[in-house]
Every structure is written in structure tokens, then in C-alpha cells.
């Protein structure tokens, strides 16, 4: 059984920063695609930024330059480092584990962490 555990949500203000992160159990870490994914109130789910197996990154345009996406390998983790916060970043923010890789929906999600961008 895949859990997935978000961590790090909050209220911040328009400029500032936050660091997510996403505990990962149940598979062999490694071997999968991790990715990130928001859904703000009213608006579809978003794909945030993903990253394989080998560490290649994608991020959608409107936070590139922005956020970062990493992974630990050793401690089964990955994260969303986010910078220059916008009030438009306000989501929840979904942990999710691909099996087929990165262009499929991915098998796994987590319960999601609440990011609000205000002052």
C-alpha cells in the first residue's frame, strides 16, 4: 500500500516562501516519477512540476523560474521549494507517485496540503 504524506502548507504573504515536502512508503522510492499538483478553489486540478526517476525536471510555465522540485532518494522524500509566492499560488497541493511515467495520471495521491498566499 502506497502512502503519501504532505507536509509544510501554511499562510505566507506575496513575495515570501515555502518548502513542501512529501513522505513516501510503500513501493521502491527510486524506481517511480514523483509529482506535484495544485487545485485552487473553482479552477481545475494543475500539474505543478514533476521529476523521473532520473531526476529530470518539468514545470508548468507559471511557475517556472519560481518553484523547484527535488527528490532524496535515501529518505524516500520529495519537495517543492516555492519563491516570489503569488496570491494566484493559493491552492491545495497534491503529492502524486506515476507508475507509466510522467504522461500518465499518476497512481498515487496524497491527502493534499493547503498553500494561501495573502496579506
Known amino acids: 500500500q502506497v502512502q503519501l504524506v504532505e507536509s509544510g502548507g501554511g499562510l505566507v504573504q506575496p513575495g515570501g516562501s515555502l518548502r513542501l515536502s512529501c513522505a513516501a512508503s510503500?513501493?521502491?522510492?527510486?524506481?517511480?516519477?514523483m509529482g506535484w499538483y495544485r487545485q485552487a478553489p473553482g479552477k481545475q486540478r494543475e500539474l505543478v512540476a514533476t521529476i523521473t526517476d532520473t531526476h529530470s525536471t518539468n514545470y508548468a510555465d507559471s511557475v517556472k523560474g519560481r518553484f523547484t522540485i527535488s527528490r532524496d532518494n535515501r529518505k524516500n522524500t520529495v519537495s517543492l521549494e516555492m519563491n516570489s509566492l503569488k496570491p494566484e499560488d493559493t491552492a491545495v497541493y497534491y503529492c502524486t507517485q506515476f507508475g507509466a511515467g510522467t504522461r500518465s495520471p499518476p497512481d498515487y495521491w496524497g491527502q493534499g496540503t493547503q498553500v494561501t498566499v495573502s496579506s
Open positions: 510503500g513501493r521502491i522510492f527510486r524506481r517511480y516519477a
